[in-house]
């Protein structure tokens, strides 16, 4: 596959389990986020690793988090499961500095770049990934729980373990109702 063919048929993987990547890959996947564009070297992210036992505390956050906003059982129960989606999570927020050429919203887009290519790195080490966001992320308690100062993002959380199924290819709209050109 060539690297145009790579990251057009890039693909999020939701079926994961064991093994996730060991501390060499894991090195190479957080290296790939820190070749992000970054205006100003701000590097304005901050990477949480969490698997084994990190787990179980990350499912405790999340019940805790769910609990706060609803008493629906399922909810609950469903919220118990969700740190177990992979052997790895890495949770991205971002770290915002003041200054005077790079408003928060490019640093928000590098700590997206940076996420993005951790996901396109665990593909390239022949993993599966997927980054999901969802109301988890806009959560004060899970910033809390993980150190996350209120006024910051988390960007999303990055699951990351070995396909267990296929992960069939989307069929791709075409860029070009996307595009305007000026020639």
């Known amino acids: 596959m060539t690297p145009i063919q790579f990251l057009i048929n890039r693909q ?4 994961l389990s064991a093994p ?6 894991l090195n190479a996947i957080l290296n790939a986020a820190m070749a992000s564009p970054d205006h100003a ?5 901050h990477f949480h690793v969490i698997s084994g036992d990190g787990l179980d505390k990350l499912s405790a956050v999340y019940q805790k988090a769910i609990k706060a906003t609803t ?19 890495i949770v991205v927020s971002t ?18 770049c940076a996420t993005h290519a951790m ?15 969802g109301d988890l992320a806009y959560s004060d308690i899970v910033k809390q729980e993980l150190g996350i100062k209120l006024d910051d993002e988390i960007v999303g959380f990055l699951y990351i373990g070995t396909a267990t199924k296929d992960c069939t290819q989307k069929v791709r ?7 305007t050109y000026w020639r």
């Not at 996730?20 to 890959?25: R, S």
């Not at 770290?95 to 997206?112: D, I, N, W």
């Not at 996901?119 to 966001?133: E, N």
């Not at 709209?173 to 595009?179: D, I, L, N, S, V």
């Open 12 to 15: 999020s993987c939701s079926a």
């Open 119 to 133: 996901q396109m790195a665990c593909v390239a080490l022949g993993f599966g990934a997927i980054w999901r966001s």
């Open 20 to 25: 996730g990547p060991n501390d060499e890959q």
């Open 71 to 89: 008493d629906n059982e399922l909810k609950i129960e469903k919220s118990k499961k969700m740190a177990y989606r992979a052997p790895m999570t």
């Open 95 to 112: 770290k915002f500095q003041q200054h005077p050429k790079v408003p928060v919203q490019e640093q928000l887009m590098t700590a997206g």
């Open 41 to 45: 070297g701000l590097a304005p992210y």
């Open 173 to 179: 709209k075409t860029a070009e109702p996307f595009t």
